[in-house]
């Protein structure tokens, strides 16, 4: 038993409630062990919530635990403490703190008592376990030299926290220059500070946890980029070898082909070929014979022969043979170059829209929280409003920022965009991204976005703005804001103005409204998921009590 007591370490034996050596040991359901006596008196002081934790892990437990003494524990102590290995034997370094009782060469303090101001080796700490004239002491544990604990000006404990200078003094000196300070017992401003201590624990685990929950979420994030990349990586391989496949296919067509005709043109003109080689050899021998026959003296031998042979067959040859060298298969390399032509159009702009996707994947992280209207400005878009979105009686202006519903109908082209029905106009820009807007408006206006793909014809709320799960919006009325979203509203409360900022974050699923004056209130935020990119807009309505024409505008913001 000795031998082993010598590797074990006292302090794992130790209360964490009174930093003793364990009394009447208990461990409670989570495993944690503690003096019988300090447990209770912890859980006696939370009954009154009914609820009983363990000091250390803060697992709860519902009902109290019945508490039983570790025998097997009990046993362990009590031979610790007979034979006294668990540091007693070590004498104290130079960076130990050494026993204040010891003569001679120190032992090693494993104990500071905060009531006789000393530290005690373990043998010496002894009375303060067994004599009842020290059972309201204090101990700590020894970790480097204990402060001084009196006061240097008058060698007394200072057992008082003045919390005007925010120090312990002694009691002469809460008479002398601390007179008329706000002064508590120090046990009393260390009990305070305790359960401020508490909270503030209670706090980090608090916040330890929600870290640790983000963590592995962003662990989850990082495996889901990895995975998302590699597939894209493997699927985006796929298809281009497919599609050089495809190509090399059609260039084995076209060089098949090419070959194909040239044997077959080569063929026809071989033919050709053999014919006048046969027919200019039977020219050739022709004129041999009539060259023969003009030689012949017999004049009736020469009119004999003349008519058989001066008669000429008739020539299976045409005179007119045009050459145009190396033009035969030139269309067919001009009808490849614009094929390749094609090609590198198609792929510039596909390549464009390719860059854009993968620029804008996005992770979403926890960016700074924008208060400003500096700082929103950074995301501003500039926005213009569809003529062929907007229904007959809006009036656009201004470049087409601003809208005014007037009293006739506008001269408007026919179009498959156009509202129909209600006084409503989207933008002509598509919303993704970091965007922040400001619409300046006179009258009842409704401020909106709304994926294109919105009804256009007729009064049905398919139409209408707010009320369906393709648009969201803010009513500004003269006293008062309302928020609309698939015909639900929302009363909304906040200063009114003028002017209202529209922030989106369409990756986060963020879409916050504000109150733009000399400072900017935020009015109602939305937190979603929105699937396609969004499109501004407005719907100006008839009734107003604001005089003029009730009108929006999308300020230009620098």
Request: proline letters at 4%; one cysteine or more; hydrophobic letters at 30%.
């Amino acid at each position: 038993m000795a031998q082993r007591g010598n590797q074990i370490d006292s302090r794992k034996f130790s209360c964490s409630i009174c930093l003793d050596l364990l009394k009447d040991p208990v461990t409670i359901p989570c495993g944690h062990s503690y003096c019988m006596n300090c447990i209770k008196d912890h859980w006696d002081g939370e009954d009154q919530k009914r609820i009983h934790s363990c000091p250390q892990c803060r697992k709860e437990f519902i009902p109290r635990p019945v508490l039983e003494k570790n025998i097997m524990l009990a046993e362990l102590v009590e031979d610790l403490k007979n034979t006294g290995l668990q540091a007693a034997h070590c004498y104290a370094g130079p960076e130990d703190v050494a026993c204040d009782v010891c003569t001679g060469r120190k032992m090693k303090a494993v104990k500071y008592c905060l009531v006789c101001l000393a530290s005690f080796c373990e043998k010496h700490l002894q009375p303060h376990y067994e004599s009842l004239t020290f059972r309201k002491h204090k101990l700590a544990e020894v970790s480097a030299k204990p402060q001084q604990n009196s006061s240097s000006r008058h060698d007394e404990v200072m057992k008082i926290f003045c919390r005007t200078d925010q120090q312990c003094i002694c009691y002469l000196c809460s008479m002398d220059e601390h007179k008329g300070h706000e002064t508590v017992p120090a046990a009393a401003e260390r009990t305070e500070k305790q359960k401020e201590l508490q909270v503030s624990q209670q706090q980090i685990q608090q916040r330890i946890q929600d870290q640790e929950k983000d963590l592995k979420l962003l662990q989850q994030e990082v495996e889901a980029i990895n995975v998302s990349a590699d597939k894209a990586v493997k699927d985006s391989e796929k298809i281009f070898t497919e599609m050089i496949r495809l190509i090399q296919r059609r260039r084995s067509d076209v060089t098949q082909q090419i070959r194909s005709q040239q044997e077959t043109e080569v063929s026809r003109v071989k033919d050709l070929q053999e014919k006048l080689e046969q027919e200019i050899t039977e020219l050739k021998r022709k004129d041999a014979e009539l060259e023969q026959l003009s030689k012949t003296e017999d004049h009736n031998q020469f009119l004999h022969n003349y008519p058989s042979l001066s008669a000429l067959s008739e020539s299976t040859h045409s005179s007119s043979i045009n050459i145009h060298p190396l033009r035969y298969f030139e269309d067919v390399t001009a009808a490849v170059s614009e094929l390749r032509d094609i090609l590198q159009d198609i792929l510039r702009d596909t390549w464009t829209n390719i860059s854009l996707m993968v620029t804008e994947v996005e992770v979403l992280l926890p960016g700074p929280e924008l208060t400003t209207r500096a700082g929103f400005c950074k995301y501003s878009r500039e926005i213009t409003l569809d003529p062929n979105t907007a229904n007959m009686k809006l009036l656009l202006s201004e470049g087409n920022r601003k809208v005014t519903l007037m009293k006739q109908q506008q001269f408007y082209p026919d179009h498959p965009d156009r509202f129909t029905g209600y006084n409503q106009v989207l933008s002509r820009e598509s919303l993704t991204g970091h965007c922040y807007w400001e619409v300046e408006k006179k009258g009842e206006v409704l401020i909106t976005v709304s994926y294109k793909n919105i009804s256009r014809a007729g009064w049905s709320n398919e139409c209408r703005f707010g009320f369906n799960d393709k648009s969201w919006s803010l009513r500004c009325d003269t006293n008062s804001y309302t928020f609309y979203h698939n015909n639900n509203l929302t009363p909304v409360s906040g200063p009114v103005s003028s002017r209202v900022g529209v922030y989106l974050d369409h990756s986060a699923g963020i879409l916050s409204f504000y109150s733009v004056s000399e400072t900017m209130t935020l009015l109602h935020r939305v937190q979603t998921t929105f699937t396609q990119p969004l499109h501004a807009g407005v719907r100006i309505y008839l009734l107003s009590l604001s005089p003029g024409r009730p009108s929006a505008e999308f300020i230009k913001l620098k």
